[in-house]
């Protein structure tokens, strides 16, 4: 199984960008996908993430109002759409696949990384 993550780049304080979230091997049938995000130096990050049953989102108090996470079944994508960008979203930006844990939707076992795409806000 393997993920791969595109649209990352760089945009203005204020701007956007969306990023995608594909899975060759397998569908995300009964995953948990969620993206997470890290910066040198420090430890990797929750953003978002949704239940690919049912569609139940959760997102990092940091992002709310701000970015939102979305599925598409036909394309078997899952898409993160980043508003009101600011410099300190700058990362890399991870897509991650996992299993339920708990019934809260952020807290779920990766079982699959991609390997990130590097997303620059500039001041």
């Known amino acids: 199984v393997q993920l791969e993550e595109s649209g990352g780049g760089l945009v203005e304080t204020g701007g956007s960008l969306r990023l995608s979230c594909a899975a060759s091997?397998?569908?995300?049938?009964?995953?948990?996908v969620g993206w997470f995000r890290q910066t040198p130096g420090k430890e990797r990050e929750f953003v978002a993430a949704?239940?690919?049953?049912?569609?139940?989102?959760d997102y990092a108090d940091s992002v709310k109002g701000r970015f939102s996470i979305s599925k598409d079944i036909a394309k078997n994508t899952v898409s993160l759409q980043m508003n009101s960008l600011k410099p300190d979203d700058t990362a890399v930006y991870y897509c991650?696949?996992?299993?339920?844990?708990?019934?809260?939707?952020?807290?779920?076992?990766?079982?699959?990384w991609g390997h990130g795409t590097q997303v620059t806000v500039s001041s």
């Open positions: 949704i239940r690919w049953s049912g569609g139940s989102t």
């Open positions: 091997g397998t569908t995300f049938s009964g995953y948990t």
């Open positions: 991650a696949a996992g299993s339920i844990t708990s019934a809260t939707v952020s807290e779920f076992q990766v079982y699959y």
